[in-house]
């Protein structure tokens, strides 16, 4: 919980530097910059909220445990951002370039964020699962404010087209971030099983000599799976040694991170 709130302080640091930066100097790109600032307060105050949470134990509505919360905290900073965007492209639109040059001042707190973020993307790497995303918009959001510094240094010695211009790059790069984002988030909120992880429960039911007959597995969170698995005994086998063949089924699929209910029927083979 501490790892949570120390990238939350972070974060909120920075977008309290660059948004005053922008309100200061009114630069297109520190606009956008500081948007995507308070976008992070937004996203990292619920992803601390449901990283807590994901991390209780499985009751009777969670029989599975409380791990897709962290789910729910992607798909937040999925749809913060992705309304932040869409204020970027319209601030860009209605207001279009400076007609005077940017005060440096705006780079002095570019700067100041950037530093700031450094630590928060640091922490949000150590976090699991749904702290990727968090991580890497909070990273983005140290490359924004490089290329926030050099759209404010040339957009106020050379032309105000360069800052202008900075918005732009900077939106284009949260909109790529947010599809980028979208897609590996997907096999999460989806019934998905990667190609191969059936074949490799089939394979170690076979080392144990059962036969799968059926398979229902989908992907839970980032290298975790969960679902169902009706396998096969010989009659001759006996239910003893039924239940610890499918007992040993269960723990060797769970050391490779997939946790299903294992159900045998018996057959007529010998």
């Not at 200061?24 to 992803?47: E, K, W």
């Not at 001759?236 to 063949?245: C, P, S």
């Amino acid at each position: 919980m501490r790892t949570e709130l120390a990238v939350f302080a972070l974060v909120l640091g920075g977008a309290v530097v660059k948004t005053t930066g922008f309100l200061l100097t009114a630069s297109r790109a520190l606009f956008v910059d500081a948007l995507t600032c308070l976008a992070s307060v937004v996203a990292t105050y619920f992803f601390a909220r449901y990283a807590s949470l994901s991390r209780k134990p499985p009751d009777r509505d969670h029989p599975y445990g409380h791990g897709r919360f962290l789910i729910w905290s992607a798909l937040v900073t999925l749809i913060t951002y992705s309304f932040v965007a869409g204020v970027a492209v319209a601030g860009l639109i209605y207001w279009g370039a400076s007609s005077e040059l940017i005060s440096t001042l705006a780079a002095y707190t570019a700067a100041a964020g950037m530093i700031l973020y450094s630590g928060a993307a640091y922490l949000a790497r150590r976090v699991e699962h749904a702290g990727s995303s968090l991580a890497y918009f909070s990273s983005s959001e140290i490359l924004e404010s490089i290329i926030t510094l050099i759209a404010v240094a040339l957009g106020s010695t050379v032309s105000p087209l360069y800052d202008f211009g900075g918005g732009i790059v900077l939106t284009a790069f949260l909109i790529y971030g947010l599809v980028r984002e979208a897609r590996e988030l997907a096999p999460y909120v989806v019934d998905y099983a990667p190609p191969g992880l059936v074949k490799e429960i089939e394979d170690v039911a076979k080392e144990l000599g059962l036969e799968v007959s059926e398979v229902r597995v989908r992907a839970f969170l980032k290298g975790r799976y969960r679902g169902e698995v009706v396998v096969k005994v010989p009659e001759r086998v006996g239910l003893e040694r039924a239940h610890e063949l499918t007992h040993k089924l269960v723990k060797e699929l769970e050391q490779r991170g997939i946790c299903v209910g294992v159900h045998y029927e018996p057959t007529g083979k010998e």
